[in-house]
């Protein structure tokens, strides 16, 4: 598969619905190398899933650092020269932040967002993966990670909505919005094939990718 049109592919989307594990199986079919979010490091992480009100703002502060430090190292080192898929998308990260965070702490974290926003590449395309609340929360039950088991069903759905929201309006870099329903490209090889040719052939700013029952 030639990846000499996209040098950087993020590949995104809500809890549950596989972006690293596609993220990986990408880098493996382009000869690429991955940048990923590294959630085991953020010491406050647990303790947000234990306690959300206390430990949301040094959490979101600790993932907004952390990813700016992976993307500063990937504009200023030779790892840009080679092709790179990733898990995150720096400017989805002020959504989280809406989800859990009180007036003030939000207005703190604007701040610090919009000075370290402008020092992210931009990718040359966006790759969101789809799916309905319910498939998410089947998804995160079956993979039985401990500190996930506390995320409540509400959280997920209005976290779920508001990825929605966010890719409505999204129009920064191309984007290639895979519906997950029907279309497993993790699992099954077929489906990541027709993926591939998908983002192949890809020619407008914004398309979808849905597969029926």
Do not use: C, W
Request: glycine share 4%; aromatic share 12%.
């Amino acid at each position: 598969m030639n990846f000499d049109t996209y040098k950087y592919i993020v590949v995104e989307g809500p809890i549950g619905a596989g972006k690293t594990t596609l993220a990986r199986k990408l880098a493996t079919a382009f000869g690429a190398q991955t940048l990923l979010e590294q959630p085991q490091e953020n010491p406050f992480l647990e303790k947000f899933y234990r306690d959300a009100a206390r430990y949301a703002l040094p959490a979101q502060m600790f993932f907004l650092f952390q990813r700016m430090n992976q993307l500063r190292d990937l504009t200023q080192t030779d790892l840009f020269n080679a092709p790179v898929v990733s898990d995150f998308l720096l400017d989805k990260d002020p959504l989280f932040a809406h989800l859990t965070l009180g007036d003030d702490e939000l207005n703190l974290y604007r701040q610090l967002y919009e000075h370290l926003r402008p020092q992210a590449p931009l990718p040359d395309l966006v790759i969101y993966l789809q799916a309905q609340p319910e498939t998410l929360i089947d998804r995160i039950k079956k993979r039985g990670v401990e500190m996930e088991a506390g995320l409540s069903e509400t959280y997920l759905h209005r976290l779920s909505e508001s990825y929605s929201r966010f890719f409505y309006h999204y129009d920064t870099a191309p984007l290639l919005i895979v519906n997950t329903e029907h279309l497993n490209p993790i699992e099954r090889d077929d489906d990541f094939d027709l993926l591939l040719t998908r983002i192949k052939n890809m020619r407008g700013k914004r398309e979808f990718f849905n597969l029926g029952e």
